[in-house]
């Protein structure tokens, strides 16, 4: 079983290196989605790590947005985190700016999961509630082919996520919004005074 820092030393790291509130909760969803993922597809065992790699995804893109993936190593050796993270977190830039290939289920769902984790939460932000709570797969798709709305979230991404995990599209926007809206509440609560 791979090795994951404690979530304090992690989420330090995060800290460290992000201080803006966007990214900030981006990083608390995506890490809450996977661990989400890791007990729904059998996995819970490695649900700290499946949880750490999504907390940690976006380590060096606050400040080296450039060299998105290319700068993580570097950062996460401060952690001393395991090659096996190292390649998670790099791999989910596959095609776009990294050329290490999401290869474990783990690896392509934080590929698939983390484009559209920017899509629900922006679709969520236009409904009365402000939430997902209530949001349906087909109003998230009506969002999906409107190319103007969340412009910065790659459809293209997140279609070729579905199809390296062999989902349809429908499956993969089912599961992250039941993801997120297991842990909407905790995450609004943590940036409780940060946003």
């Not at 995804?57 to 090659?83: G, M, T, V």
């Not at 095609?95 to 939460?121: N, Q, R, Y």
């Amino acid at each position: 079983m791979p090795t994951a820092p404690n979530r304090e030393t992690a989420l330090a790291l995060l800290e460290k290196y992000n201080q803006e509130p966007f990214h900030i909760r981006h990083s608390l969803t995506v890490e809450a989605v996977m661990r989400w993922y890791a007990r729904e597809l059998g996995y819970a065992a490695d649900a700290d790590f499946w949880a750490t790699v999504g907390l940690l995804h976006d380590i060096d893109f606050e400040r080296w947005p450039d060299e998105h993936c290319q700068k993580a190593p570097e950062l996460l050796a401060e952690i001393d985190a395991s090659p096996e993270l190292v390649h998670a977190v790099c791999s989910h830039g596959y095609g776009i700016c990294s050329d290490v290939e999401p290869t474990h289920e783990m690896e392509k769902v934080l590929f698939a999961a983390d484009e559209l984790t920017g899509l629900i939460g922006a679709a969520a932000k236009m409904r009365p509630s402000k939430s997902c709570s209530d949001m349906e797969v087909s109003s998230l798709k009506k969002k999906f082919k409107d190319k103007k709305f969340a412009a910065g979230c790659s459809r293209d991404v997140i279609r070729t996520g579905a199809e390296r995990l062999g989902w349809t599209l429908e499956e993969l926007m089912e599961k992250t919004i039941l993801a997120m809206r297991e842990s909407e509440d905790a995450i609004n609560t943590a940036m409780a005074g940060r946003e």
